[in-house]
C-alpha cells in the first residue's frame, strides 16, 4: 500500500509546487505590472481555474502525508512525512485565512470600473507576499517529502 501512496503523495506535492512556483515567477510580477482592468479581469479568469485544482493538490498531498505518518515503519522517515503534512497543513491555512480572501474581493471586483479607494484597497502586494511565504514551505514541504523517500531507499 505505501508503494502506492508515497508516488501519489510525491506527485500530487510536486505538482502543487510547480503551480506555486509558477504563480512566484510568473503570475505575481505581471499581475503587479498590468493597469487595474487587466489585473481584474486576469485573476478572475484564472481564479476558477486553479480553484478547486490548487486545494485538491495540497490537500491530497496533506492527507497522504498524515497516512505515512501513521503506516511507515521508519521513525526518521515518519517525522519527515509528518513535517511535510504539518508544512502543508500551514501552506494550507494561509491560503483560507490570507490569499483567498484576497481572490474573493478581486473575484467581486468589476474591471471596468476602478474603485475610488483602489490605491488604498490595491491587494496585489500582499497577495504577492503571502503567496510566496506559503510557496516557500510547499517547496519545504516537497524537499522533505523527497528526504523521507531518501531515508527509505
Known sequence: MDR???PIALLANGIAVGVMVSTVIGLAPMSLAVPYERYV????????????FMPIMNTLACVLDLVL??????????????AAGV????VMAISVVKNVPINRYVMSLDPQAQPADWARMDPRTRWRNWNLVRTALAVLAFATNLAAVSVLL
Open 4 to 6: 502506492l501512496l508515497i
Open 41 to 52: 479581469a486576469t485573476i478572475q479568469y484564472l481564479w476558477k481555474r486553479y480553484d478547486p
Open 69 to 82: 505518518l501513521a503506516r511507515v515503519d521508519d521513525p526518521p522517515a515518519r517525522a519527515l512525512f509528518g
Open 87 to 90: 508544512l502543508l497543513v500551514v
